[in-house]
Structure formats: structure tokens, C-alpha cells
């Protein structure tokens, strides 16, 4: 997937009519990505409700893409007529269910992991081991984070301890709760040598914390793969720090993407990146121009 933004720009190039043609090439490459995103987890964690309460538009075809015994189903989402944009999702079987099965498992993960953007790894609030999942994080997806980070969900944490503390007048937990879901997050983070920005709570069917789980997503994604995930995400989950996030990321990899050329070519590149944010976000444009000036 990455392979769509490997080509060069030509820092040498002065013709102001080709540079315009590239950037602007560039830009739509970037805002019309599919990306594809790895839900990994063991049955009945919510992986499902997560990616509904995340991306819950029409799924319009399921297919099974590796032959094994628990197969991936890859779910394509919000997808056009003509099959552009829209997301890709892949239901990923987890780890420590069935042992017999752990080594295949690993090995299917090897093998999808380079198609990848991301992988969000949904663990339940009350899963206590996942040795066999740190072996597997460290060995097999560890070496891609640059290009494809994990992010860490923790589900169902409605129904941590103690489960009648959880607010349900103002859907969030009760203090008791909000210690114990600490020490869960520190558990993540310690088992799996993860920042905390790279960890997230919700409880999906109750969209606690949902949006802000979306945020801390964008946040961690590569430059060039933030406007994309941003753009399939439900409407009611967005934000404007969200969609600013998005959009610098499209402005930063595009300069990252041009180099030495940067200086030089600045006013016009920049012209064309405010050109393509919608009149409605022009207040984000300003501040971009202000970023980058």
C-alpha cells in the first residue's frame, strides 16, 4: 500500500507549470487513499462494535482473504461507485484462544503485515494475559511501526470493576472505575513498551470515549495517512482539531515530500494546498499558512 507515495520529486525541476502538476498530483493521492487497517483480537472483544462505532457506514462487500482455518474477513467501507476512496478493514483473529492455532496465526500476520496502515489491537478490559500477543507485537509488527504504528484499544470497560459504579446517567465510569481503568492502561503500556498516547479506552455499544479514541488515532497515523482515516470516520465523531490534524498532515508530508524545493517554491505550493481545503475549513487554512510560512 505504502508503495503509492514512493516516488521522488525532482528538486531540480524549475518549471512553475510541472511543480503545480505534481504538487496538486500529490495532494489528490493523498486525499483519495484507501486505506487498509489491521482489527486485531480475540472473539467477542467488540472488534465489530468498535469499527461500527468508528466507521459505521455501509458495508458493501465481505470477502475472505487468507485461506486458514479462522479466516480474515476484509470489510471495504464508504466505497464510491467507481470503487475509489472509501476504507478497508480486516477482522484479524487474536492470540491465546486455541494454541494449536497461535503459530499460524502468527504467520498469517507476517504475512499481511506490509499491506497495512495500522493495526488496531482491541484487548477486552478484563483480558489479564496476552504473553503469546507481546511476543507476537514485538517479533512481527514492531519492525513496521514507522510505517504501520498499533494502536491499543481496551473494550468493554463498562464492565470493568466495579461494574456497578459505571455513570450511566452521564455514560462514564465511576471513580473507583476510572483508578482501575488507569492501572489497566499502565498495564498495556508496561506489557507492550507503548506511550499512552498509543493506548485508548471505550466502550463502543455505549460510544463512550469514542471520538476521542478517533483523535488519538490520527494523531499517531504517518503524515500522508491521517486525511484519509479522518475523512471515512463518522460524521458525528469529528471534530475540528481532528480535521486540522488531518490536513497539516497532508501540508507536512507534501513538504517533506518536496525537500530542498520547499523554500523555493513555497508561495505556490502553498497556494495550491489552501486550494484544496473546502471554503468550509478556510479557517484551518489560515492557520496552516501560518504554520508553514
Known sequence: MSNLFSEKFDTNNDNKIKIRELIENRINKIKNYTPKIGV???????????CNALFGKEITKVSDVHACTRQIHEIKIGFDENGGRGIILLDVPGLGENLERDNEYKKLYSDIIEDLDLVIWVIKADDR???????????????????????FVISQIDKINPIREWD??????????EKNIL?????????????????????????????ETLEKIIEILPNEKKYSVFREAKENLKNEKMEENAEKGVWQSVKDWVGNAWNANKELITEILSSSIIETASKISKKLLSFFK
Do not use: M, W
Open 40 to 50: 486485531f483480537g480475540v472473539t467477542g472483544v467488540g472488534k465489530s462494535s468498535l
Open 129 to 151: 494475559s496476552y504473553s503469546v500477543a507481546e511476543e507476537a507485537y514485538k517479533n512481527i509488527l514492531l519492525p513496521h511501526l514507522d510505517r504501520c504504528p498499533v494502536f
Open 168 to 177: 450511566e446517567a452521564n455514560n462514564k465510569p465511576g471513580p473507583t472505575q
Open 183 to 211: 492501572e489497566k492502561e499502565k498495564s498495556i503500556s508496561e506489557a507492550f513498551n507503548v506511550s499512552f498516547r498509543n493506548i485508548s479506552v471505550v466502550s463502543s455499544t455505549d460510544n463512550y470515549n469514542v471520538s
